[in-house]
């Protein structure tokens, strides 16, 4: 069963198109992943889908009901939520409180207590020792997993993970990666993920598809994308030696 | 008909003195992204030092100019380097900076009570009173002169910003600190240095107004507002972007005294400033002010 | 929200409740001098307080807050002049008359920092110039005189009692309830916070109106005590300046700082007008610079610092020699 749709969605600022034409389906139970150079519009397409932009123009919907032009507030109360590249906790409060904040919406969503979800969340992350603390105490990594707290703190359908794993060390990956799968299996939670750290994507989606220069330029398992041609070039530039344009 | 050849007139004289005042609110907001309250409180320093010269010296304002210039220029890297370096950086300034500001802008009106009385004063010189013809009406001398420096003071303030190395420092910095220090540019220097520069503007812009209007120790509120309309208005770093936005400003003031009577025109500039920031906040031409 | 009645029970209420009660006993100790300025510490209290929530809590800075306090002055000067019902009536009625006007102000909310306080120093004067105009609502420049005093300034007491206590009570359920921990969350980050399901509008709105409200019934308050009241002294910038030194004084942003300040505020505007009222204003720009640079959460501040030191000095050692002591007595 499709979840969430977006059609033809378009970006445009000051003359330059971020999102140019871009179509996307993510089916309930799915871990898509979405790859491309830097700078091809994978935030972008975050943003748009999550309301912190309004896009030029296109449509996205989530099972039916339109989010197109919604404040973030609106779209993470209809269950779409993402999390920042470079995370953003709210530093003048610990970390159950960082939870708790976002649980109170995702307990009026799920028709839950706020506070036993708040504990629930901390202990699935692993946070519980933790709660105490203020995010500028954590590491790096904790400070990641609390992002990912405070976006399951909301009760989403959809989760948008925006370069989740970027900074931490091997092991810190597979811990993470670990973590993102049980989000899937046990929660139930429909996940769209940017990276650019290739093993964690082709390891953890079930779909890829591939934006370049704000398009679409290939879609299907981790496997078949990581062949396709095109999709070399645009990483590495024209196969035959003519220097495709940097997109950094 | 003539009258409101008149009207316009007076808007496009009255005009050169918003668009200088705004410079100086403009400098600084640009580069250190600093909000300076204390605006108003160095408008009308500059006007007192001015009359002081005038009243004590018999010095001529426009001579005066140069002299009132450098010693707010001084006040504001004083003002700098003792208070304003200490504080954080942009948005995390937040409130801080601007109740220091308007810390040292009661400060300033204190002393200036205390010196001066709350009486009102003005600079009347021998030639005050002249006019000259112009297309069948007249014109003060005063205005004239205004008008004549608040077009080349922004000109040269242009070139400088332009064409010296202080001056692209200056506008290399307002882009990107961080980036600065990394090729060797003394990135407090140049804030102390833009920080003068505008309450330099701020006092020359006083000093002229005080040849025009009369102005007691707590001018400068009015002042400051105005300038901010200017400036969110018109945009950063476009001379023509603040001239227009100037021009616009007195023009609906100038108007407005057909309409409203004498005692709510000053309440003009402040609901236009919060028409301005909360409907075209984005400004007419430069980079917009905000977001 | 039931989260607050749990936030209520705590020990804290009572303490709150013993000095509430300990104020109350006030007027047969103290002379009416001192009585009267009291009273008038606990409207500034108040407006401090009410304040504090869009410039402390909400983290937006406003220089206009005169215009709520004139609003609600003179709507309840008026309702006492013109009708019978009882004064505190007439008071709520001037509260959320100021309320609702401060929603007016709701398109400037969406602007962040500087320009918001700019566009409150806009609003505020703008109000002043229009409202002293309006010589029916505020007699012009000679203002309104109230044609009888309904209260006694003993009564007058426990009505500025009340409202202060009631303003601090309020601050302190919303800074320990879920609200609080949003409005928080907004002055962290407020992109973050709607990224998690947070709706800055509405809340910054919520807080405009509660904060417009309580200013204006201590405007109104005021009106009852003076008797008088005129548009320059209620809707002037000082005034609004006022509000604004005595949440900073007292520590912009804390629960209880505002009350605190206000008092200092009051305390000192009495002896400074005494003796050098030439100086009142450059007296608090450099108190103003000094708490920015030193100790910007200002007495609050000092008295947190204060608690820390002493803490450090004698309570923590006490704490570890008794957790030594019990590891050394158990075998």
């Not at chain 1, 399951?152 to 925006?162: E, G, M």
């Amino acid at each position: 069963m499709t979840l969430l749709v977006a059609r033809a969605l378009t970006m445009r600022f000051m003359g330059l198109t971020a999102l140019d034409g871009v179509d996307l389906e993510l089916a309930a139970g799915e871990i898509l992943g979405l790859i491309g150079p830097n700078g091809a519009g994978k935030t972008t397409l975050f943003s748009v889908i999550a309301g912190s932009l309004r896009p030029t123009s296109g449509e996205v919907r989530l099972d039916g009901t339109a989010l197109g032009g919604l404040p973030a507030y609106r779209v993470v109360r209809a269950g779409v939520v993402r999390t920042h590249q470079i995370v953003r906790p709210f530093s003048n409060l610990s970390v159950r409180e960082n939870v708790a904040v976002a649980a109170q919406h995702g307990a009026r969503r799920a028709g839950d207590d706020p506070e036993e979800r708040t504990e629930r969340v901390l202990a699935f992350i692993g946070l519980e020792e933790r709660a105490r603390d203020m995010p500028a105490q954590l590491t790096l990594a904790g400070r990641k997993r609390l992002e990912l707290a405070r976006a399951l703190a909301t009760a989403p359908r959809v989760l948008l993970l925006d370069e989740v794993v970027a900074g931490l060390n091997p092991s810190e990956v597979l811990a993470l990666a670990a973590l993102i799968r049980r989000i899937r299996d046990e929660q139930g939670v429909s996940i769209v993920m940017t990276e650019h750290v290739m093993a964690a994507v082709m390891s953890l989606s079930d779909r890829v598809i591939v934006l370049d220069q704000g398009k679409i330029i290939a879609t299907g398992t981790p496997r078949e994308v990581v062949s396709e041609p095109r999709v070399i070039s645009a990483y590495l530039g024209q196969v035959d030696g003519r220097e495709q344009s940097a997109t950094s | 008909m003539a009258q409101v050849f008149d009207l316009v007139l007076s808007a496009v004289l009255l005009a050169g003195l918003y668009a200088m005042m705004a410079y100086g609110l403009g400098l600084i907001y640009g580069v250190l992204r600093v909000v300076n309250l204390a605006h108003g409180g160095v408008i009308m320093c500059g006007a007192y030092l001015g009359w002081v010269l005038h009243e004590r010296l018999g010095l001529d304002p426009y001579l005066a100019l140069p002299l009132v210039m450098a010693v707010t220029f001084g006040f504001g890297v004083f003002l700098y380097r003792v208070l304003v370096c200490h504080l954080p950086r942009g948005a995390a300034g937040g409130p801080a900076s601007l109740l220091l500001l308007f810390g040292v802008w009661l400060v300033l009106r204190n002393a200036a009570y205390l010196l001066f009385t709350a009486n009102d004063q003005v600079i009347r010189t021998s030639y005050s009173t002249h006019s000259l013809p112009f297309f069948g009406t007249f014109l003060s001398v005063n205005r004239l002169a205004v008008l004549g420096l608040a077009l080349v003071i922004p000109l040269a303030l242009q070139l400088f910003l332009s064409r010296t190395y202080l001056g692209k420092a200056i506008r290399a910095v307002a882009q990107n600190a961080d980036s600065c220090t990394l090729v060797g540019v003394d990135v407090e220097r140049v804030y102390a240095i833009t920080f003068g520069l505008g309450t330099a503007l701020a006092g020359a812009a006083g000093l002229l107004s005080a040849t025009l209007f009369s102005f007691n120790p707590a001018f400068g509120a009015g002042e400051l507002l105005k300038s901010f309309v200017v400036v969110v208005l018109g945009g950063l770093g476009s001379v023509l972007g603040t001239s227009v936005a100037a021009l616009i400003l007195a023009l609906v003031e100038v108007f407005a005294i057909l309409v409203l009577p004498s005692y709510l025109t000053s309440a003009v500039g402040f609901v236009m400033l919060v028409l301005v920031l909360v409907l075209r906040p984005g400004g007419l031409f430069g980079r917009p002010v905000l977001g | 929200m039931k989260r607050w009645w749990r936030a209520a029970a705590r020990a804290k209420l009572l303490v709150y409740v013993a000095v509430v009660a300990l104020l109350a006993a006030a007027p047969a100790l103290l002379e009416p001098y001192t009585l009267n300025l009291v009273t008038l510490a606990y409207l500034m209290m108040a407006g401090a307080v009410g304040w504090n929530w869009m410039g402390g809590f909400v983290g937006q800075v406003s220089f206009g807050h005169a215009a709520l306090f004139g609003v609600g002055g003179f709507v309840a000067a008026h309702v006492l002049s013109s009708s019978s019902l009882p004064s505190p009536v007439a008071w709520l009625v001037g509260g959320l008359a100021a309320g609702s006007f401060a929603l007016g102000a709701r398109p400037t909310l969406r602007l962040r920092g500087p320009y918001f306080t700019i566009a409150s120093i806009g609003l505020g004067e703008a109000s002043r110039l229009v409202f002293t105009y309006w010589d029916w609502f505020t007699g012009g420049a000679s203002g309104l005189s109230l044609p009888l005093m309904r209260e006694s300034k003993q009564e007058l007491y426990f009505w500025g009692l009340g409202l202060a206590a009631t303003a601090a009570a309020i601050s302190m359920l919303i800074r320990r309830s879920a609200l609080g921990l949003e409005l928080l969350a907004i002055r962290a980050d407020v992109d973050a916070a709607g990224d998690v399901g947070i709706s800055a509008p509405s809340l910054q709105t919520r807080m405009l109106f509660l904060s417009g409200a309580v200013v204006g019934v201590s405007g109104g308050l005021y009106a009852s005590f003076f008797g008088f009241i005129e548009p320059n002294d209620m809707f002037g910038f000082d005034r609004s300046v006022a509000f604004v030194l005595m949440a900073v004084i007292g520590g912009l942003g804390t629960v209880h700082g505002p009350a605190l300040g206000a008092v200092v505020f009051v305390l000192v505007q009495q002896s400074l007008l005494a003796s050098y009222p030439e100086l009142y204003l450059g007296l608090y720009g450099s108190l103003l610079i000094a708490i920015i640079l030193f100790e910007p959460l200002g007495l609050s501040g000092l008295g947190l610092r204060l608690g820390r030191r002493i803490d450090a000095r004698w309570l923590e050692p006490r704490r570890a020699a008794a957790t030594a002591a019990r590891q050394a007595g158990s075998p």
